[in-house]
């Protein structure tokens, strides 16, 4: 990854609403999206794809929702602790789902996030059903703020934690535990042989994509105010790993380029046309056919790997 | 207690019967082109505008109710004979031989296009038309009422599973399809035109879809969002059979109906969790579904 130009990027991202206000909340969720399309874009590595990771982008904006009812109401506790849960969630789901491989692995999961899905809208008493759960502004170290300040703040520390996360992210796809999932990919049996478990990587890397997942998806929770089931509902999984495909599944910035890319359509598309998951379902298909290494291929040198 | 039981046994196999003419598509479409068809939801749900479509001009034009019938049939030959070819010439045939990624992307792709297109057509007020039903009437046994409309689904449900095998088996291009499935190389090889296989196959798959989508209409109805929630069901019981495979799309439709009946007779709040619990139990006990195999992929 080159320097220069990923932090010009961070520092026009950062610069955007100061010029666009309104683009401030799409920006956030866009962000947002990036984590969650991070973790998806993890688990591509290593050639598992994943029609459920909506399901811990949910689960971490419920479990901010539950937390706040409960009585926490500091942003950081809320926050550490939904993405815990997240990853908690992911940890027990990904204990059995990482025996499986291809259609199977894609399927599974799905089939797990439609049961999460169904309970969350059927379950009126606990959840609110369909009317989702409110999530309400915490307070800063004590502070409490007002929406403005607050949506201002959630923004500006969502792309501190690009960053962060971004580069721990990078960090951990490059050692050695990150490499084996390309491993995975390639030749399973031969990883086998040399006396690395299989399970054990795949399950660090699918508790790790749950919790990139329940970042953002607390992160998305604070900035629209409320979760719904609809968080998810499969199509929003999809959704995910079209963003990290069409961002391209070779590095970090990928996933945050794809959902920027996805966020920025679509706000452009909802005013022009209602039409918008044709122009997405479009774009996709051009992507794949087109630009097999996403978007990022067209930025790096480096090869991003392909799917 | 039979006042109770058999209602709830016929709810069960007519919702069944819906269920498996969409996975059973699903799942000959993988066995032949080994492609998820994510947009497979999709179709059913053309299925059902195009019959209603039909329905309702029957109606409006006060032509021979009976006429609904063949309008029901005939729809979903007219969504198969459009869209098969279109869909498996132009995107399907593209991802052969492709990561499972980029099969169950692009479909997702196609599936995000039919949604919107649909929307576009019909508009977001659901359909009913309900002139079959209430042409075929009521029944009466043990006391208790039902729709006959309901048998003529099951009976149609078993026609689809008998057609499919007496197809596979017993036509000489049912032997071809099967040759494809077993080994696509060795079959192209002998000169079997896998081309026009993949097509006939894929826009079986449609029929079938298209069918379960017309057969809906009368019945529960067509509403947008029917599409992605009949993909997932169909996925499930896809899952739970074993894809590719047709007897076990026929089972797990049942285990399906039936979860989904007793599920709203026991705790309505759960008829939508019941398939993906079925789902999951089986999966766990069984990874590649009840008549699923690892190695060998029949049809």
Known sequence: MRTIPAAAAVLVLAALPL???????????????????????????AGLISIGHAMFFAASAYGVAFLARAGINDF???????????????????????????????????????????????????????????????????????????????????????????????RYLNSPLGQA???????????????????????????????????????????????????????ASGHLVLVAVLGGIGGVPG????????????????????????????????????????FYGLFSRKEASRL | MSNTIIPLLLDSLASAALIFFAAVGLTLVFSVLRVLNVAHGSLYSIGGYAAASACLFIASKQLNPYLSFVALLFSAVFVAAIFGPLIERSLIRWTYGK???????????????????????????????????????????????????????????????????????????????TAVVTDREMAQAIGIDTNRIFILAFSLGVFLAALGGALATPTSGIAPGLGADTMVLAFAVAAI???????????????????????????????????????????????????????????
Not at chain 1, 101 to 119: E, G, K, P, Q, T
Not at chain 2, 99 to 121: H, K, N, P, Y
Not at chain 2, 248 to 274: E, M, T
Request: with cysteine; net charge positive.
């Open chain 2, 99 to 177: 990561s499972e990624a980029v099969q169950i992307l692009i479909t997702f792709g196609i599936f995000l296009i039919l949604e919107d297109l649909q929307r576009m057509i019909f508009g977001v007020q659901s359909f009913y038309e309900d002139t079959p039903t209430r042409l075929l009437g009521t029944s009466k046994i043990g006391g208790v009422v039902y729709l006959n409309y309901q048998i003529l689904l099951i009976g149609l449900a078993l026609l689809v599973v008998i057609g499919l095998r007496l197809l596979i088996n017993h036509t000489r291009l049912g032997r071809l399809i």
């Open chain 1, 19 to 45: 010029f666009a206000p309104w683009l401030q909340f799409v920006l956030t969720l866009a962000v947002a999206k990036g984590f969650a399309a991070l973790g998806v874009a993890v688990l591509l590595r």
């Open chain 1, 255 to 294: 996933a945050f380029l794809g959902a920027l890319f996805l966020e920025l359509l679509h706000s452009a598309a909802v005013t022009v046309t209602d039409a918008w998951n044709m122009i997405v379902g479009a774009a996709l298909i051009v992507v794949i056919m087109f630009m097999p290494q996403g």
């Open chain 2, 241 to 299: 059979g074993g894809l590719g495979q047709i007897e076990g799309a026929a089972v797990a439709s049942l285990i399906v109906g039936v979860a989904r009946v007793l599920a709203i007779y026991l705790a309505p709040s759960l008829d939508a969790v019941a398939p993906y619990a079925a789902m999951l139990a089986v999966l766990l006990i069984r990874p590649y579904g009840l008549f699923g195999s690892v190695t060998a992929r029949r049809i």
């Open chain 1, 76 to 170: 950081g506790v809320l926050l550490i602790l939904s993405v815990l849960s997240a990853a908690l969630v992911g940890a027990i789901a990904g204990s059995f789902l990482v025996r499986y491989r291809a259609i199977f692995f894609a399927m599974l999961n799905l089939a797990v996030s439609m049961v999460f899905y169904a309970l969350c809208a059927k379950l009126y008493g606990v959840t609110g059903g369909t009317d989702g759960m409110p999530v309400p502004i915490p307070a800063i170290f004590g502070v409490v703020v007002a929406e403005p300040v607050f949506k201002n703040i959630l923004f500006y520390l969502s792309l501190g934690l690009m960053v962060l996360v971004g580069l721990a992210v990078q």
């Open chain 1, 181 to 235: 999932l390309s491993a995975v990919h390639t030749n399973e049996i031969r990883l086998e042989y040399l006396g690395i478990p299989v399970w054990a990587v795949l399950l660090i890397a699918y508790i790790i994509s749950a919790a990139l997942a329940g970042l953002g998806g607390a992160i998305a929770g604070f900035a629209i105010g409320r979760v719904v089931p609809d968080f998810a509902f499969w199509t």
